[in-house]
């Protein structure tokens, strides 16, 4: 089974960028839906974005038009690039990647914590 390795995470001020990275162990080309969730301690983890293996992308609206995710199918990278960060922001994020008629796989989690 493919794993999922984040990284990137770290502390930023508010109004800053930051970009979180998701390498796979594997190719992640089979993968039909690739995202990035979030998850604040005693909350649910919730969805920030998705992207399909067609490249359509589905964003929270809480982070439209300051996060961008995209995937690289040569490299078996996926990115998170964030920018415009607001406190709000803080949690850890969680690479999630589900192939067609399978169970997903999620990553370890990176902290992302933005200060006001």
């Known amino acids: 089974q493919v794993q999922l390795v984040e990284s990137g995470g770290g502390l930023v001020q508010s109004g800053g960028s930051l970009s979180v990275s998701c390498a796979a162990s594997?190719?992640?080309?089979?993968?039909?839906?690739m995202g990035w969730y979030r998850q604040v301690p005693g909350n649910p983890r919730e969805l920030v974005a998705l992207?399909?293996?067609?490249?359509?992308?589905i964003y929270a609206d809480s982070v439209k038009g300051r996060f961008t995710i995209s995937r690289d199918n040569a490299k078996n990278i996926l990115l998170l690039q964030m920018n415009n960060l607001k406190p709000e922001d803080t949690a850890v994020y969680y690479c999630?990647?589900?192939?067609?008629?399978?169970?997903?796989?999620w990553g370890q989690g990176t902290q992302v914590t933005v200060s006001s």
């Open positions: 594997g190719s992640i080309r089979s993968f039909h839906v």
């Open positions: 992207i399909t293996s067609a490249e359509g992308t």
């Open positions: 999630y990647a589900q192939a067609k008629s399978q169970s997903g796989t």
